[in-house]
């Protein structure tokens, strides 16, 4: 079974720009889903910032196939669609830049190649190192994995906050 879980930091435009890029050079399918309420849009062509700019939690899910749309939730759409690679979008928020993830878990080794390039791409285009901070305690703990893009280090350096995924702790980029 092949996994991959990369957590990092970017902004709005960079993530489309990637997404646009990885999409065209692997012939991927891209499909945009909203959580709550569950909703699903097919993207034809490239996938653009306004596409994006909608309230609630929004993933983008890469395939190699179109997928099956006929589905009813979140769990249904990953049943009949196996081997995808999911991008949980982290948005901008008046409390701070939250994180993105990249996911993939599957025993396709076609898919999971693949999926290999996407995240070697994300791992060219963002730098490694952070320092986790409990806001209440103070206490730090290095986050060497982290990665975050030249956006988010700059949207950081102007005083943005950088947020996890869930939690109530922030990021120091290192520089």
Known sequence: MKKIMIQFHATLEELVEYINSVSSEFGLFVTVMLLRPFALKEIDGELSVEELSV?????????TQKP?????????????????????????????????????????????????????????????????????????????????????KAMYDDGVKILPLAGNSFFKLAD
Do not use: C, W
């Open 55 to 63: 309230d609630g939690d929004i993933r983008i899910i890469l395939t």
């Open 68 to 152: 099956s749309m006929d589905v009813t939730s979140p769990n249904n759409f990953y049943d009949l669609n196996q081997g995808t690679i999911g991008l949980h979008i982290g948005r901008l928020t008046v409390q701070g830049l939250k994180e993105s993830a990249l996911a993939f878990m599957s025993d396709d080794k076609e898919k999971a190649a693949i999926a290999n390039k996407v995240a070697s791409r994300l791992k060219m285009l963002t730098k490694a190192g952070a320092i986790a901070v409990n806001p209440i305690s103070g206490a730090e703990a290095s986050a060497r994995s982290h990665r975050y893009t030249v956006g988010a």
